[in-house]
């Protein structure tokens, strides 16, 4: 079954910082672009960082910049979005998923979503 799992959320207070993985089974994510989304209460999903096939090229939106670092070790399959400096507007669903082709396109496999909550 080709499933991608999400895991490292949690609770942490504003200025903090976790690091999400997420693990890739029953297929290779060699392949793929990786894409970290994120959706809070009453809000849609948006996009908050990507990482291509190859590793080298990385982005990131506006709101996360200089704070959260995507990177990937295909060696474990696996790809991580270290996240520092966290605020409470981080607080979210984190989601990861693979794109076959590059990072603006269609995303194929999803993970089921890890919370992050940053509170006092």
């Known amino acids: 079954q080709l499933q991608l799992v999400e895991s490292g959320g949690g609770l942490v207070q504003p200025g903090g910082s976790l690091r999400l993985s997420c693990a890739a089974s029953?297929?290779?994510?060699?392949?793929?672009?990786i894409g970290w989304f994120r959706q809070a209460p009453g809000k849609e999903r948006e996009g908050v960082s990507c990482?291509?096939?190859?590793?080298?090229?990385?982005n990131y939106a506006d709101s996360v910049k200089g704070r959260f670092t995507i990177s990937r070790d295909n060696a474990k399959n696996t790809v991580y979005l270290q996240m520092n400096s966290l605020k409470p507007e981080d607080t979210a669903v984190y989601y990861c998923?693979?794109?076959?082709?590059?990072?603006?396109?269609?995303?194929?496999?999803w993970g089921q979503g890890t919370q992050v909550t940053v509170s006092s």
């Open positions: 029953g297929f290779t994510l060699d392949y793929y672009a």
């Open positions: 990482i291509r096939r190859s590793g080298s090229t990385t």
């Open positions: 998923a693979a794109a076959p082709l590059d990072c603006s396109y269609e995303y194929d496999y």
